[in-house]
């Protein structure tokens, strides 16, 4: 007899094991393509600063203290951007909540190399101009560690600010949906019993979205993490640690992307092997979000 609800259960599992097994051979792939670096350089090559073809000399600090940077200034400045403009979407008139909904969504359309070039030709030059001046000399930090009083527009500043634009409009979906899926009744028992609308925000929604609206920093995160060309064209990349924020530097992405086309033998295995860091950043990042999630979840109700 014809077992339709097997069939589909066993289809349903070898697709839900097809991740992590496509998962399992990246892993495989870029540690074979880059043991040539791990044996010449041991896990010092993952602390080293230098790269230098000529030499056959390479080191990953640069591109991952970069990588790291950017993705923190881009969370900086998205997050709160992203919740705010969520929690309004969610209680706005129709009218008006679904004309901006739809234009955040078509934000996460716009190809990254558009953001690139508008980041190279719109952006660098504002920040040139204006953003990176004011900051430097009218509010003086060009004393403080990390802010220089050197520019030109480019550098890891300007690749945060590009990177935050881009992930806005995919956090700010998820939460935005996230917001939406709270119960009604919850909401109105809670402004029963005197709460304001930040307290039912916080306790309410907050609690009940908590794994959506993580997933949804999740997946931004993991966008700062990878993104290529945007980044390619405003952070300059120079392979060298920065010494501020207005200065030149490199990422992981933007690393592979300059350097892969023309690389052979131990420059090769050494951009593999950047491949291979930035992927176990990206699974660890995901590992402790989930324990975290697993943790906190009896303090939240969850069985």
């Known amino acids: 007899m014809f077992n339709a609800d097997g069939i589909f259960q066993r289809v349903c599992m070898v697709t839900a094991m097809l991740a ?93 190399v558009i953001y690139g070039m508008w980041g190279l030709f719109v952006l660098a030059p504002l920040m040139q101009k204006y953003v990176q001046p004011f900051l430097a000399e009218t509010l003086c930090l060009k004393s403080i560690a990390w802010f220089g009083d050197e520019y030109n527009g480019f550098g890891l500043m300007t690749a945060g600010l590009i990177l935050a634009v881009m992930i806005l409009p995919y956090i700010c979906a998820i939460m935005r949906d996230v917001f939406k899926m709270t119960p009604a009744m919850l ?52 392979m060298t640690m920065p010494k501020s924020l207005f200065s030149g530097a490199t990422t992981i992405a933007s690393t592979l992307a300059n350097n892969f086309a023309e690389a052979d033998g131990m420059q090769k295995s050494a951009l593999f092997a950047l491949g291979l860091i930035l992927l176990v950043m990206s699974f660890g990042i995901q590992a402790i979000a989930q324990y975290y999630l697993h943790v906190t979840g009896k303090r939240r109700g969850e069985k």
């Open 20 to 112: 992590g097994v496509l998962m399992l051979v990246f892993f495989i792939q870029l540690g074979i393509s880059s043991q040539a670096v791990w044996r010449e350089f041991g896990l010092g090559f993952i602390f080293s600063t230098d790269w230098n073809p000529v030499t056959n000399s390479y080191g990953a600090l640069p591109a991952v203290v970069g990588t790291l940077i950017t993705t923190f200034i881009a969370l900086l400045l998205a997050l709160p951007l992203s919740f705010f403009a969520a929690l309004y979407l969610v209680d706005a008139k129709p009218c008006v909540g679904e004309v901006l909904g739809h234009g955040i969504d078509l934000l996460a359309a716009i190809p990254s």
């Open 187 to 238: 909401k109105e028992s809670a402004y029963g019993v005197g709460c304001t609308k930040w307290e039912t925000v916080k306790d309410i929604v907050l609690r009940y979205g908590i794994r959506g609206i993580l997933g949804g920093v999740f997946i931004g995160l993991g966008r700062a993490l990878g993104e290529t060309m945007a980044v390619l064209f405003v952070i300059g990349n120079l």
